[in-house]
């Protein structure tokens, strides 16, 4: 009777931790739903719960505050996302060892995966309104700087003659192409819009690269 008893006990807290894990995921595939329509700063808790169908205490028992929840909506995808940009830059520096790394390539291991990322339109616009929003920088300092500085060595490495400095603005303008590469709307582009991933990937490959080997205009 009493193993009966703790199976019956142990079946009910599976159950209530399946409901658990099921209502963070609906209010992350919300708030990335309507972070990525909307921008973060249009986009109150209120309509994130309404979306998900949840109360506002389950979004402050699971996430805390709005701009942790941003955080967790990024880094359940951005994270695994990051790890394939890491390894296809390892893929190719030691496919050049031991030259650096071809610009190109550093810039495709960066870019590729951030346009493929699990083949979710969502996220890759939710991506764009972040970086349009300026909101990129703070959460990259918070969540992502090792990845960061392991491309900037890369980086240095392609491009030994700029300085840090340089190689930080370059970078941030190349973060803007992207963002608005990935939220091109068909109402205002629809061209663009349309482009293949393929087609956008090598495109922006091609600008970012001549942008990181154009001279630098300040000391």
């Known amino acids: 009777m009493g193993v009966q008893i703790f199976l019956l006990d142990?079946?009910?807290?599976?159950?209530?931790?399946?409901?658990?894990?099921?209502?963070?995921?609906?209010?992350?595939?919300?708030?990335?739903?309507?972070?990525?329509?909307?921008?973060?700063?249009?986009?109150?808790?209120?309509?994130?719960?309404?979306?998900?169908?949840?109360?506002?205490?389950?979004?402050?028992?699971?996430?805390?505050?709005?701009?942790?929840?941003?955080?967790?909506?990024i880094i359940r995808k951005a994270g695994p996302m990051n790890e394939r940009r890491l390894k296809l830059l390892d893929r190719f520096e030691a496919e050049s060892a031991p030259e650096s790394a071809a610009l190109e390539k550093i810039v495709v291991a960066f870019v590729l995966p951030a346009i493929l990322v699990e083949k979710s339109p969502g996220f890759v616009k939710l991506m764009g309104r972040v970086h349009a929003e300026g909101l990129m920088p703070e959460i990259a300092r918070r969540n992502f700087q090792p990845m960061i500085a392991r491309f900037l060595s890369a980086l240095h490495r392609a491009l030994p003659d700029s300085s840090q400095k340089e190689l930080i603005w370059?970078?941030?303008?190349?973060?803007?192409?992207?963002?608005?590469?990935?939220?091109?709307?068909?109402?205002?582009?629809?061209?663009?819009?349309?482009?293949?991933?393929?087609?956008?990937?090598?495109?922006?490959?091609?600008?970012?690269?001549?942008g990181f080997r154009a001279p630098a205009t300040l000391d």
């Not at 209502?23 to 249009?42: C, H, M, N, P, V």
């Open 170 to 210: 370059k970078a941030h303008f190349a973060l803007g192409a992207m963002s608005i590469a990935l939220t091109a709307s068909p109402d205002v582009d629809p061209e663009t819009a349309a482009e293949s991933p393929t087609n956008l990937a090598n495109r922006l490959v091609a600008f970012i690269s001549s």
């Open 10 to 73: 142990f079946s009910h807290t599976y159950d209530l931790i399946g409901r658990m894990i099921d209502t963070k995921q609906r209010i992350l595939d919300a708030a990335e739903k309507l972070f990525g329509e909307k921008g973060y700063d249009s986009t109150s808790l209120r309509q994130i719960i309404s979306e998900a169908k949840v109360n506002l205490a389950a979004i402050h028992y699971h996430f805390g505050s709005k701009q942790e929840l941003l955080d967790q909506v």
